[in-house]
């Protein structure tokens, strides 16, 4: 699949192909309802130059073993699961992995980008303005990593927002505001993290990591964050 330019009405899903297939998108702009774009079972897929933004994944479900699956969100912007990516210069933007309001099922997994069992490569990203969860709990508000291998390379992290207004305060509100990264490896080299911050005060941390490992962090910026690191 080859798109170069024009809208969508719809979220696109690139599903299915053997070892070696190629999907590339570039350089149109994805606003829609719903989350923007899912990539599942795929070798190879890069995407590159777009603006992904407006998306609410809102009980999309997950497929991640340790939580329950079927009202929770998951990346309002873009989910990567059981495939190969490589994200270059994307903006991802004021997306909502889940708008949900309630017990913990109702939680929300990375508002701009979110990865299970992937391997991605982003260089050059900018992931701004997101939140995993506006009313309740809520892991990588920015972007959240799962089981997976991961290189990020010159992005920015900027200004995404997390801790739920209805959530309990100093409890699991936000997991990451900026990332949260669990059970993967992988390089952070030359990142920009700055400007994130919280909806309930003392709701959380910048940047979590749980089980994760081993990470490389070389050259990384934290600047003007709300939270723990």
């Known amino acids: 699949l080859r798109v170069t330019s024009g809208a969508f009405q719809a979220s696109e899903t690139l599903t299915g ?13 994805l606003t829609i309802s719903g989350r923007v774009v899912a990539v599942s079972g795929v070798v190879g897929v890069t995407i590159e130059g777009l603006r992904l933004t407006g998306g609410n994944a809102s009980r999309s479900g997950n497929s991640i073993p340790m939580h329950i699956a079927s009202e929770t969100g998951t990346g309002g912007g873009i989910a990567i699961e059981d495939a190969t990516a490589t994200l270059i210069r994307l903006t991802i933007d004021h997306n909502i992995a889940s708008s949900a309001s309630g017990p913990p099922e109702h939680m929300g997994f990375g508002g701009g980008v979110f990865a299970n069992r992937a391997s991605v490569v982003m260089r050059d990203c900018t992931v701004e303005a997101n939140n995993a969860n506006p009313r309740w709990w809520g ?28 959530g309990w305060q100093g409890f699991g509100n936000a997991y990451g505001v900026a990332a949260y990264i669990y059970n993967t490896t992988g390089s952070l080299q030359g990142n920009t993290i700055s400007g994130n911050g919280q909806l309930v005060t003392d709701a959380g941390n910048v940047v979590g990591f749980a089980g994760a490992g081993p990470l490389q962090l070389v050259g990384n910026r934290f600047e003007g964050n709300e939270g723990r690191v």
Request: glycine share 18%; no cysteine.
């Open 139 to 166: 892991y990588g508000h920015g972007v959240a990593f799962y089981y997976s291998q991961i290189v990020l390379e010159r992005n920015t992290i900027a200004n995404n927002v997390g801790g739920g207004v209805e």
């Open 17 to 29: 192909g053997t070892s070696g297939a190629t999907a590339t998108l570039a350089d149109v702009r």
